[in-house]
């Protein structure tokens, strides 16, 4: 039986405040931290930079962390690059990809800043981009992302979970689709791993990229991608760590991932990231969404019960709420329940400004729930919203 009491002694700050916005930074386990702790006391050493003791300590913790990382995934070391975010990562494969004038790029409005901006600057190259918009709940029609389709397609970037609606994309029928027209396809699953189960392999994607510090649990600055054929890239950042040789004005990149990964990464944070990784395996991500689900639907429910509340998403979201309460901006209604409750939501266009516009709205007050969510904090929440009530009549 998941006992999200136990769950819960691992995260301090949350006997404080009721914290909802996870879905733009997750809190990070107490194991988690010791393990970064331990680096700066027991082991602190560069990677790969040296033969002495610290240094052989600190680069086997981290590559055993991407080994963990790629096992959870069930992806492959040597194609997983850790990063410092998913916009990082994005980023990469934005800038290393050998793109020609007149290549096409299929997005959608649902998407993140981090999976939109980067294909829009390739538009001052010669690359065109097709935005595609969803239905009411926030869900793509694959058959939109069909017709949207040229000879001239290269990619389709999408996002795995909106962290507008929290709805899920059927990004595997995606890839599958693209796939037979030889596009190749990025998820973002910022929103996604750790979540929900996500499986590489399964969904096939050519790349998908996600943070550390969301349902990983792991601490900030740190993160993944995923490359499945990385001889398709041409790193774009190059330097310390990314060469195996140079001569007089020629050099020889390292084989993945170690040439996508310039430079001396977060040491400790990739190793607090593996130790979370762990963490989340060992609760179980089936039993972790399931929980998460079950608030945000009753959340969901509840919420949009009362009248002077708007509630957006579909039905079968993952544990991402967002409302707003008619008469009231978004940011007051953030900062009320903080002041009054001590309740932590997000407030604002959450780095999405299209999806905002598409809900035809300035800004939503965003709820998002993790594996140390109680059903005590729904009722705090929705009590507090039923409370503001007073504020609009």
């Given at each position: 039986?998941?006992?999200?009491?136990?769950?819960?002694?691992?995260?301090?700050?949350?006997?404080?405040?009721?914290?909802?916005?996870?879905?733009?930074?997750?809190?990070?386990?107490?194991?988690?931290?010791?393990?970064?702790?331990?680096?700066?006391?027991?082991?602190?050493?560069?990677?790969?930079?040296?033969a002495h003791r610290l240094?052989?300590?600190?680069?086997?913790?981290?590559?055993?962390?991407?080994?963990?990382?790629?096992?959870?995934?069930?992806?492959?070391?040597?194609?997983?690059?850790?990063?410092?975010?998913?916009?990082?990562?994005?980023?990469?494969?934005?800038?290393?990809?050998?793109?020609?004038?007149?290549?096409?790029?299929?997005?959608?409005?649902?998407?993140?800043?981090?999976?939109?901006?980067?294909?829009?600057?390739?538009?001052?190259?010669?690359?065109?981009?097709?935005?595609?918009?969803?239905?009411?709940?926030?869900?793509?029609?694959?058959?939109?992302?069909?017709?949207?389709?040229?000879?001239?397609?290269?990619?389709?970037?999408?996002?795995?979970?909106?962290?507008?609606?929290?709805?899920?994309?059927?990004?595997?029928?995606?890839?599958?689709?693209?796939?037979?027209?030889?596009?190749?396809?990025?998820?973002?699953?910022?929103?996604?791993?750790?979540?929900?189960?996500?499986?590489?392999?399964?969904?096939?994607?050519?790349?998908?990229?996600?943070?550390?510090?969301?349902?990983?649990?792991?601490?900030?600055?740190?993160?993944?991608?995923?490359?499945?054929?990385?001889?398709?890239?041409?790193s774009a950042s190059v330097?310390?760590?990314?060469?195996?040789?140079?001569?007089?004005?020629?050099?020889?990149?390292?084989?993945?991932?170690?040439?996508?990964?310039?430079?001396?990464?977060?040491?400790?944070?990739?190793?607090?990231l593996g130790r979370a990784?762990?963490?989340?395996?060992?609760?179980?991500?089936?039993?972790?969404?399931?929980?998460?689900?079950?608030?945000?639907?009753?959340?969901?429910?509840?919420?949009?019960?009362?009248?002077?509340?708007?509630?957006?998403?579909?039905?079968?979201?993952?544990?991402?709420?967002?409302?707003?309460?008619?008469?009231?901006?978004?940011?007051?209604?953030?900062?009320?329940?903080?002041?009054?409750?001590?309740?932590?939501?997000?407030?604002?266009?959450?780095?999405?400004?299209?999806?905002?516009?598409?809900?035809?709205?300035?800004?939503?007050?965003?709820?998002?729930?993790?594996?140390?969510?109680?059903?005590?904090?729904?009722?705090?929440?929705?009590?507090?919203?039923?409370?503001?009530?007073?504020?609009?009549?």
């Amino acid at each position: 039986m998941y006992d999200v009491y136990a769950v819960r002694e691992d995260f301090p700050v949350l006997k404080e405040v009721v914290y909802l916005d996870s879905t733009a930074t997750t809190q990070t386990p107490i194991p988690a931290v010791e393990a970064m702790v331990e680096y700066f006391y027991r082991y602190a050493g560069n990677h790969g930079r040296g033969a002495h003791r610290l240094a052989r300590e600190a680069t086997n913790r981290y590559e055993d962390a991407r080994e963990t990382v790629a096992h959870f995934l069930n992806s492959e070391p040597s194609k997983t690059v850790l990063t410092k975010n998913t916009t990082e990562g994005i980023n990469l494969i934005a800038n290393s990809y050998p793109w020609e004038a007149g290549d096409h790029i299929v997005t959608t409005v649902l998407e993140h800043h981090s999976n939109l901006l980067p294909w829009l600057r390739l538009q001052k190259k010669g690359v065109n981009v097709t935005v595609v918009s969803p239905d009411s709940n926030g869900k793509i029609d694959v058959s939109s992302i069909e017709k949207a389709f040229t000879e001239k397609t290269r990619l389709v970037a999408i996002n795995h979970i909106s962290n507008v609606f929290g709805s899920v994309q059927d990004v595997k029928t995606i890839t599958k689709l693209a796939h037979r027209y030889g596009i190749k396809v990025l998820v973002d699953g910022a929103q996604s791993a750790g979540h929900m189960p996500v499986s590489l392999k399964d969904l096939n994607c050519d790349f998908f990229a996600t943070a550390g510090h969301k349902g990983l649990l792991g601490p900030q600055g740190t993160g993944v991608l995923y490359i499945k054929e990385p001889d398709v890239l041409d790193s774009a950042s190059v330097g310390g760590g990314t060469v195996s040789d140079v001569e007089g004005c020629t050099y020889v990149l390292e084989p993945s991932p170690a040439c996508f990964e310039a430079g001396t990464p977060n040491i400790p944070g990739v190793i607090g990231l593996g130790r979370a990784v762990e963490y989340v395996e060992k609760i179980g991500v089936p039993e972790i969404e399931a929980h998460e689900i079950k608030l945000s639907r009753e959340a969901a429910k509840r919420l949009s019960e009362l009248e002077h509340v708007e509630v957006y998403g579909p039905e079968d979201r993952a544990g991402i709420v967002p409302f707003n309460v008619k008469g009231l901006h978004a940011h007051d209604v953030a900062l009320i329940l903080d002041q009054t409750r001590k309740i932590c939501v997000r407030s604002g266009h959450h780095c999405a400004i299209p999806t905002i516009r598409f809900l035809n709205v300035d800004s939503t007050v965003r709820a998002s729930f993790a594996l140390y969510n109680t059903e005590e904090e729904v009722d705090i929440l929705v009590n507090a919203v039923a409370g503001l009530k007073a504020l609009v009549s």
